[in-house]
């Protein structure tokens, strides 16, 4: 539902891409900002100033790596992303690109020549693809779509192009309505999936083939006539296609349904599109109802690898690491007999193995399986998430690779090596200034047997012989793994720096424990993982070195229907509460989220399916029924421009609040989203929860 599996380099990447799309009428170009930093303080202005790294793609030869580095400026209160080049060894770093809008969707061609990627361009006010030597020099934008490129990936022989450009949607109104009326702002819905995530679906995206010769020309809709999207719309990127080796044909991921079937379907399959014939085959349907995405064709050509869910409407399951045969269309599953799943694949140089990485105990690694025998080795673990792995030799690969202590920096990893080797540093200096609290895991039992891995966060200059207040960390997705993420919203280091100790639960539910886990959440909200909640409160609450007395528990999205069931159950745990984008009433939110096949499944059904006892169960535990037994003081923050949790969720839980005579606030944001993204918003959304926060928990750390 609220796909926070996506990685915060692809957030960086979706947020300055989107911003691409929108004209841009400031020259100012961002450089890396200047802040104070006082006694080593984390503050929401230092956190604002990291360096955000993505899309680190290393050259055909292995020699080089690109990677698009973002500052944030505050004042202008906007992103900038540029790109820089390296050696493959981390040295001679430079930048590439200067000016005041952001690039992204970096691409080799010319066989390292040059590199390829997306940018707005002030003449078309459009996104188009330009290129620029490999040393910086000889900048040409090589399209001129009418309706910008979203996303573009360039054959390997260098022949041909396929992006995706928006069209017009298939859901007209009818012409006679409006026609004699040019600033009605109506609309005339007659079908579900009219909006997502924070847009009105009035375009919708095609992959279109064209040539190339240094400029794209001749372009064709593979899916003319088809009201279909492709990529899938929120996040679908470039991801969703794959060239063969050889450029004579081109896999993509479709979702082909529209209306009430699109907004209640996973189904997304893999489609095969021949170039010389113009004819499109399905390679994935019977045995694949679940999303089919991420394909990769292997060196040789000869196979395809893609990621595969096999259970209709539900969008957490587990993700099966296929391969096809293409001449005989057998398929493998390589993950079978593995507990465990890939979030993102790589196929190695000799197309003997494939590089992955995946949530595993807590933590993300990378790993090699063996296509033909499938055995998995770990090549890099550790107390780290590992992000965006890319092949550069058969024994090595270049990775992306932030914990809770550090955000993304580029890394070389070995089969073999224990140590991967840092190549960037972007924010060593930074880091160096800031006094971090340290992470430990810890294992908490939980009341169904169990053992629930939690992170356990402590202040700077921690003293064990004082008292410290702290906070209950309450995840979103809600199958959404409390792995060593670097976040620029719910970042606990910031949290840690204003005296907070910390405890971040792998409750049931998230994935990187096994399938039963992951899935033992879906139909049980406010069951078993509301007593793993309890369970890590009441083990940190122990701690001789927490204040008992003040105690909070946050959460945004799945996180924030937590807050809110927990604010119905408290019996004195909490002392004040923080819910951002939560569900309050689970029976508006079954009819008013937008990728409905989400409350479909997750929520067991619908609310009027009276003999369906999953689904009553669900609604009976609706954090909307319990308000009568709300103490704590409750901060509530939301963004008007949520369609996937209405902004009226938060509404309701703050009027509820007041009107049963409660300490509440609420902080609205009428242009943001499921995220806090604006700089300025960012930093006010810091300064809110802290000032709350502060308020109702912090004491002064007192001996004991």
């Given at each position: 539902?609220?796909?926070?599996?996506?990685?915060?380099?692809?957030?960086?990447?979706?947020?300055?891409?989107?911003?691409?799309?929108?004209?841009?009428?400031?020259?100012?170009?961002?450089?890396?900002?200047?802040?104070?930093?006082?006694?080593?303080?984390?503050?929401?202005?230092?956190?604002?100033?990291?360096?955000?790294?993505?899309?680190?793609?290393?050259?055909?030869?292995?020699?080089?790596?690109?990677?698009?580095?973002?500052?944030?400026?505050?004042?202008?209160?906007?992103?900038?992303?540029?790109?820089?080049?390296?050696?493959?060894?981390?040295?001679?770093?430079?930048?590439?690109?200067?000016?005041?809008?952001?690039?992204?969707?970096?691409?080799?061609?010319?066989?390292?020549?040059?590199?390829?990627?997306?940018?707005?361009?002030?003449?078309?006010?459009?996104?188009?693809?330009?290129?620029?030597?490999?040393?910086?020099?000889?900048?040409?934008?090589?399209?001129?779509?009418?309706?910008?490129?979203?996303?573009?990936?360039?054959?390997?022989?260098?022949?041909?192009?396929?992006?995706?450009?928006?069209?017009?949607?298939?859901?007209?109104?009818?012409?006679?309505?409006?026609?004699?009326?040019?600033?009605?702002?109506?609309?005339?819905?007659?079908?579900?999936?009219?909006?997502?995530?924070?847009?009105?679906?009035?375009?919708?995206?095609?992959?279109?083939?064209?040539?190339?010769?240094?400029?794209?020309?001749?372009?064709?809709?593979?899916?003319?006539?088809?009201?279909?999207?492709?990529?899938?719309?929120?996040?679908?990127?470039?991801?969703s296609f794959a060239w063969s080796p050889d450029g004579s044909k081109l896999v993509y991921v479709s979702r082909k349904y529209k209306g009430s079937e699109y907004v209640f379907s996973t189904d997304s399959n893999i489609y095969l599109y021949d170039i010389e014939s113009g004819k499109t085959e399905q390679l994935t349907g019977e045995g694949f109802p679940g999303y089919d995405t991420d394909p990769a064709f292997s060196p040789d050509g000869n196979t395809l690898a893609w990621l595969s869910m096999p259970t209709a409407k539900y969008e957490s399951d587990k993700k099966r690491l296929m391969v096809m045969d293409i001449k005989s269309r057998e398929t493998r599953d390589l993950t079978e007999n593995w507990d465990y799943w890939p979030e993102q694949i790589a196929w190695a140089k000799d197309g003997a193995s494939i590089w992955f990485t995946g949530y595993y105990q807590g933590v993300s690694p990378v790993f090699t399986i063996d296509v033909k025998t499938c055995a998995i080795d770990t090549v890099a673990n550790g107390q780290y998430d590992y992000v965006g792995v890319s092949p550069v030799a058969d024994n090595a690969a270049v990775a992306m690779r932030h914990s809770m202590r550090e955000p993304n920096e580029i890394f070389l990893v070995k089969k073999g090596d224990n140590e991967a080797k840092q190549l960037t540093s972007v924010n060593k200096e930074l880091l160096a200034q800031l006094k971090l609290g340290d992470v430990k895991k810890v294992t908490v039992p939980t009341t169904d047997g169990g053992q629930m891995t939690c992170w356990e966060i402590l202040p700077p200059d921690f003293d064990p012989n004082k008292k410290y207040p702290a906070i209950l960390y309450c995840q979103g997705g809600p199958q959404q793994a409390v792995s060593q993420f670097w976040s620029y919203r719910w970042n606990f280091m910031i949290m840690a720096a204003h005296g907070y100790v910390i405890i971040a639960p792998n409750r049931h539910g998230v994935p990187g424990f096994g399938t039963a886990w992951n899935r033992q959440i879906s139909g049980d909200y406010g069951g078993q993982n509301m007593q793993d909640y309890y369970a890590a409160t009441d083990y940190i609450k122990s701690r001789p070195y927490v204040d008992a007395d003040h105690v909070g528990a946050i959460g945004a999205s799945y996180g924030g229907f937590s807050v809110y069931w927990l604010a119905g159950h408290n019996d004195g745990r909490y002392a004040a509460l923080v819910a951002h984008a939560g569900i309050f009433n689970v029976e508006a939110q079954y009819l008013e989220t937008e990728e409905m096949w989400f409350a479909d499944f997750d929520l067991g059904g619908p609310f009027w399916d009276k003999d369906n006892a999953t689904a009553q169960r669900t609604y009976a535990n609706s954090p909307h029924r319990f308000v009568n037994n709300w103490t704590a003081p409750m901060l509530i923050t939301v963004g008007e421009l949520d369609y996937r949790i209405l902004a009226s969720q938060g509404m309701q839980a703050f009027n509820a609040a007041k009107m049963h005579g409660l300490e509440a606030e609420m902080l609205v944001f009428p242009d943001e989203n499921h995220w806090v993204l604006k700089p300025q918003n960012a930093i006010l959304w810091q300064r809110t929860f802290f000032r709350f926060l502060d308020k109702y928990l912090k004491q002064p750390a007192t001996d004991k």
């Amino acid at each position: 539902m609220i796909k926070f599996k996506i990685t915060m380099s692809a957030i960086v990447a979706l947020s300055v891409l989107g911003a691409c799309n929108k004209q841009n009428t400031d020259e100012t170009v961002i450089e890396k900002p200047e802040v104070t930093i006082t006694d080593g303080m984390m503050t929401p202005e230092v956190l604002e100033a990291f360096g955000r790294i993505s899309e680190a793609t290393p050259s055909p030869d292995g020699t080089k790596i690109i990677f698009t580095l973002t500052y944030e400026d505050i004042q202008l209160n906007k992103g900038n992303s540029e790109i820089y080049i390296m050696d493959a060894d981390g040295k001679d770093m430079k930048r590439l690109t200067k000016t005041s809008a952001s690039e992204g969707n970096l691409q080799w061609i010319e066989n390292g020549k040059k590199i390829a990627f997306l940018r707005y361009d002030k003449e078309t006010e459009t996104t188009q693809i330009f290129s620029i030597n490999a040393d910086g020099s000889g900048e040409k934008r090589l399209s001129d779509e009418k309706n910008g490129i979203e996303c573009f990936k360039i054959s390997p022989d260098g022949k041909r192009v396929v992006f995706a450009s928006a069209i017009d949607d298939f859901n007209k109104n009818d012409e006679e309505l409006f026609k004699d009326l040019p600033k009605t702002t109506g609309r005339v819905i007659d079908d579900l999936g009219y909006k997502h995530w924070d847009e009105w679906v009035t375009k919708i995206p095609h992959p279109f083939v064209a040539d190339f010769d240094g400029e794209v020309k001749n372009a064709k809709d593979i899916m003319a006539d088809e009201p279909f999207e492709c990529p899938m719309r929120p996040f679908g990127g470039a991801e969703s296609f794959a060239w063969s080796p050889d450029g004579s044909k081109l896999v993509y991921v479709s979702r082909k349904y529209k209306g009430s079937e699109y907004v209640f379907s996973t189904d997304s399959n893999i489609y095969l599109y021949d170039i010389e014939s113009g004819k499109t085959e399905q390679l994935t349907g019977e045995g694949f109802p679940g999303y089919d995405t991420d394909p990769a064709f292997s060196p040789d050509g000869n196979t395809l690898a893609w990621l595969s869910m096999p259970t209709a409407k539900y969008e957490s399951d587990k993700k099966r690491l296929m391969v096809m045969d293409i001449k005989s269309r057998e398929t493998r599953d390589l993950t079978e007999n593995w507990d465990y799943w890939p979030e993102q694949i790589a196929w190695a140089k000799d197309g003997a193995s494939i590089w992955f990485t995946g949530y595993y105990q807590g933590v993300s690694p990378v790993f090699t399986i063996d296509v033909k025998t499938c055995a998995i080795d770990t090549v890099a673990n550790g107390q780290y998430d590992y992000v965006g792995v890319s092949p550069v030799a058969d024994n090595a690969a270049v990775a992306m690779r932030h914990s809770m202590r550090e955000p993304n920096e580029i890394f070389l990893v070995k089969k073999g090596d224990n140590e991967a080797k840092q190549l960037t540093s972007v924010n060593k200096e930074l880091l160096a200034q800031l006094k971090l609290g340290d992470v430990k895991k810890v294992t908490v039992p939980t009341t169904d047997g169990g053992q629930m891995t939690c992170w356990e966060i402590l202040p700077p200059d921690f003293d064990p012989n004082k008292k410290y207040p702290a906070i209950l960390y309450c995840q979103g997705g809600p199958q959404q793994a409390v792995s060593q993420f670097w976040s620029y919203r719910w970042n606990f280091m910031i949290m840690a720096a204003h005296g907070y100790v910390i405890i971040a639960p792998n409750r049931h539910g998230v994935p990187g424990f096994g399938t039963a886990w992951n899935r033992q959440i879906s139909g049980d909200y406010g069951g078993q993982n509301m007593q793993d909640y309890y369970a890590a409160t009441d083990y940190i609450k122990s701690r001789p070195y927490v204040d008992a007395d003040h105690v909070g528990a946050i959460g945004a999205s799945y996180g924030g229907f937590s807050v809110y069931w927990l604010a119905g159950h408290n019996d004195g745990r909490y002392a004040a509460l923080v819910a951002h984008a939560g569900i309050f009433n689970v029976e508006a939110q079954y009819l008013e989220t937008e990728e409905m096949w989400f409350a479909d499944f997750d929520l067991g059904g619908p609310f009027w399916d009276k003999d369906n006892a999953t689904a009553q169960r669900t609604y009976a535990n609706s954090p909307h029924r319990f308000v009568n037994n709300w103490t704590a003081p409750m901060l509530i923050t939301v963004g008007e421009l949520d369609y996937r949790i209405l902004a009226s969720q938060g509404m309701q839980a703050f009027n509820a609040a007041k009107m049963h005579g409660l300490e509440a606030e609420m902080l609205v944001f009428p242009d943001e989203n499921h995220w806090v993204l604006k700089p300025q918003n960012a930093i006010l959304w810091q300064r809110t929860f802290f000032r709350f926060l502060d308020k109702y928990l912090k004491q002064p750390a007192t001996d004991k």
